[in-house]
C-alpha cells in the first residue's frame, strides 16, 4: 500500500506538467522520505499523521503537483484509524485532512472551495474505509466469541449430562444391588454374592467412564465416554446396560427404523430408554418394566412403563437433570416427551422422535 502510494506521487511528479520544472527530484525526495516516515514511525500514529501533512503541504508549495503526497497522507490517515481502538482518532485525522486540504487549496491554481472539497473528500474517504473495516473485523469478533461461548456451553450441558448418566446411573444400579444383597445375605448367599459381583462390575465401568471424561476435560480432543448406538445396535444391550440381567424387562418393537435414518434419532431412542430403566430402579426397584417402540410413518413412538411398587419404599430424592436431559435431546430433533404417574400405580414415559427435523433435513 505504501509503495503504490509512492509510486503514484513520484508518477504526478515526473510526467504533470504542471510541476515547476527543476522541482522534481526535491518533490521526489520529499515523497521518499514521508514514505520512510510512513514505515520507521507508523507505530507513532497521530505524529506521523501530522508530520506527512506538513510535508504535503511544504511539497505542494514547492512543486504545484496537482496531488503531491496526498496519496501517502491517505495512507497515514488509513493506518491511524485502522490499527486503533480509540474513536478520538477518527475526529483527529478528520481534522488533519480538513485542515491540509485547505492548506493546499490555498496554494493550488483550482477554484479554493472547489479544491478543499475535492481534497477533503479525498482525505476523509481511507477514515470512513479505515472505521468500516475495523468495526467489521470486531463484528466477527464479537461473533466468533459468542458461538464459542455458545459452544462452551452446549459442552458444559453435555458434560453434566454425561456425569448424570455416569454417576447418577452407577449409583442407583449400586444401591439396587446392595439392597438385595444386604436382604438376601443370610438365607441366599449365592444371590447376595452375585449382587456383590454386580456392584463390583458397574463401580469398575464407572471408574473407566470417569477416568474417560477427566482426559475428555484435560484435552482439546473430543473422546466418547461410550459406543455411540446406530440403527443395528441390538435394543436388549441397552435394556440389559441399564436394567441388568436381575430384571424383568419385556421389549416390544413393532416394525424397524427406515433406511437412512440418521444416529441421532437412535441415539435419543435409546438414551430415553436407558435413562428411564435406570429411573425404574432407582425410584420403584427390581419391579417389571415394558418397553415399546412403535415405528410409525414419521417417527418412532417409545413407551417405557413400569409396575407400581409392590412394598412401600422410601422415596429416593432425584435431580430432575435426567428427564430433562432426554426431554430436551428429544426436542432438538422435533419431538416430545410426556412422563407421568400410571392409572395401575406405576409410572409411564412416553416419547415420539421424528426420523425428521421440521425443517426436512435429516433427524
Do not use: K
Not at 505524529?47 to 495512507?75: K, M, Y
Not at 424387562?249 to 433406511?259: I, K, L, R
Not at 429416593?316 to 435431546?329: C, D, F, H, K, Y
Amino acid at each position: 500500500m505504501i509503495v503504490a502510494a509512492l509510486a503514484v506521487s513520484i508518477g504526478v511528479l515526473v510526467t504533470d506538467p504542471d510541476v515547476v520544472a527543476g522541482r522534481q527530484l526535491p518533490g521526489i525526495a520529499l515523497a521518499v522520505a514521508a514514505a520512510v516516515l510512513l514505515v520507521v514511525a507508523g507505530r507513532f500514529g497521530r505524529a506521523t499523521v501530522v508530520a506527512i501533512g506538513v510535508l504535503d503541504v511544504v511539497t505542494l508549495a514547492w512543486t504545484s503537483s496537482p496531488i503531491a503526497l496526498l496519496p501517502l497522507l491517505a495512507v497515514a490517515l488509513f493506518r491511524l484509524v485502522y490499527r486503533s481502538e480509540d474513536r478520538s482518532v477518527i475526529w483527529f485525522g478528520s481534522l488533519v485532512a480538513i485542515v491540509v486540504a485547505g492548506s493546499g487549496a490555498q496554494v493550488g491554481g483550482e477554484p479554493f472551495w472547489f479544491e478543499w472539497v475535492t481534497d477533503a473528500a479525498v482525505l476523509l474517504l481511507p477514515i470512513a474505509a479505515a472505521d468500516a473495516r475495523r468495526s467489521d473485523l470486531r463484528r466477527r469478533a464479537d461473533e466468533v466469541e459468542r458461538q464459542v461461548a455458545e459452544r462452551l456451553q452446549a459442552e458444559r450441558l453435555r458434560i453434566a449430562y454425561d456425569l448424570h448418566d455416569i454417576v447418577a446411573h452407577s449409583l442407583s444400579a449400586i444401591t439396587v444391588q446392595s439392597g438385595i444383597a444386604a436382604h438376601v445375605f443370610e438365607r441366599d448367599p449365592a444371590a447376595a454374592h452375585s449382587a456383590l459381583v454386580e456392584i463390583n462390575d458397574v463401580g469398575r465401568r464407572s471408574l473407566d467412564e470417569l477416568r474417560s471424561l477427566l482426559g475428555l476435560l484435560r484435552s482439546d480432543e473430543s473422546v466418547p465416554l461410550r459406543p455411540v448406538p446406530t440403527a443395528t445396535t441390538a435394543l436388549s444391550d441397552v435394556v440389559v446396560a441399564a436394567a441388568g440381567h436381575s430384571r424383568a424387562v419385556e421389549v416390544v418393537e413393532d416394525g424397524d427404523y427406515p433406511a437412512g435414518v440418521a444416529e441421532s434419532t437412535v441415539v435419543t431412542v435409546h438414551r430415553i430408554v436407558h435413562e428411564c430403566l435406570v429411573n425404574v430402579a432407582r425410584h420403584a426397584g427390581a419391579v417389571p418394566a415394558v418397553v415399546r417402540l412403535r415405528h410409525g410413518d414419521g417417527g418412532v413412538h417409545v413407551t417405557v412403563s413400569n409396575d407400581a411398587p409392590a412394598t412401600a419404599r422410601v422415596a429416593v430424592p432425584g435431580t430432575g437433570i435426567g428427564l430433562l436431559a432426554i426431554r430436551e435431546r428429544a426436542e432438538l430433533l422435533g419431538g416430545t416427551v410426556h412422563a407421568g404417574p400410571a392409572d395401575d400405580g406405576g409410572f409411564a414415559v412416553r416419547a415420539f422422535v421424528p426420523y425428521q427435523l421440521p425443517d426436512g433435513r435429516g433427524a
